[in-house]
T-cell receptor, first 114, second 112 residues
Framework: KAGVTQTPRYLIKTRGQQVTLSCSPI?????VSWYQQTPGQGLQFLFE???????NKGNFPGRFSGRQFSNSRSEMNVSTLELGDSALYLC?????????????FGSGTQLSVL | SQQGEEDPQALSIQEGENATMNCSYK?????LQWYRQNSGRGLVHLIL?????REKHSGRLRVTLDTSKKSSSLLITASRAADTASYFC????????????FGKGTKLTVNP
């Protein structure tokens, strides 16, 4: 069974640009969560999708958005990139969005904003 | 915002020794999970403990939960160099939304 796949693995952008990251969950998983990881702030919850609907959203500005498709694949978009957006972006999937379900993480997308 | 906070931030031990990491949280929980992350990679689930459980074991891992003190500990026995990684606790919030909030992690180094 294939794991959670995130693409691309590395990305370099400049300030002001926008970026789209992709996440393919494990087959059969319908819940996808996104996290931003930085050395200073640790893992910060971005948002969670289930059956194409956003169920939870973290404390991030509106420049951060996401969506989920009917095949459960998810994308997140960051517009007008800032230097502080440089981070490892992690996607995690589970069968359903319950906190007694373990999350399966992808390897992440390392975003560098110059 | 962090719900759980791990302690210590960093821990260095010799192979064969035991490693203990602690997690404290602020509000009542339903579940607490521990994850491990090798450098720059995704997290891997280790163990889940429910609020009505006090202790769980999985191989060389032992997790305890003290809801009165709002704290949990992860013990790795007979550590190996391959256990070198960062360890995170993740908690939900009782009565809150169904999402997991992670602490900042403990960076464990096991020296051969």
């Amino acid at each position: 069974k294939a794991g959670v796949t995130q693409t691309p693995r590395y990305l370099i952008k400049t300030r002001g640009q926008q970026v789209t990251l992709s996440c393919s969950p494990i087959s059969g998983h319908r819940s996808v969560s996104w996290y931003q990881q930085t050395p200073g702030q640790g893992l910060q919850f971005l948002f969670e999708y289930f059956s194409e609907t956003q169920r939870n959203k973290g404390n991030f500005p509106g420049r951060f958005s996401g969506r989920q498709f009917s095949n459960s694949r998810s994308e997140m978009n960051v517009s007008t990139l800032e230097l502080g957006d440089s981070a490892l972006y992690l996607c995690a999937s589970s069968f359903v969005p319950r906190t007694n379900e373990k999350l399966f993480f992808g390897s992440g997308t390392q975003l560098s904003v110059l | 915002s962090q719900q759980g906070e791990e302690d210590p931030q960093a821990l260095s031990i010799q192979e064969g020794e035991n490693a203990t990491m602690n997690c404290s949280y602020k509000t009542s929980i339903n579940n607490l999970q521990w994850y491990r992350q090798n450098s720059g990679r995704g997290l891997v689930h280790l163990i889940l403990i429910r609020s009505n459980e006090r202790e769980k074991h999985s191989g060389r891992l032992r997790v305890t939960l003290d809801t009165s003190k709002k704290s949990s500990s992860l013990l790795i026995t007979a550590s190996r160099a391959a256990d070198t990684a960062s360890y995170f606790c993740a908690t939900d919030t009782q009565g809150g939304s169904e999402k997991l909030v992670f602490g900042k992690g403990t960076k464990l180094t096991v020296n051969p």
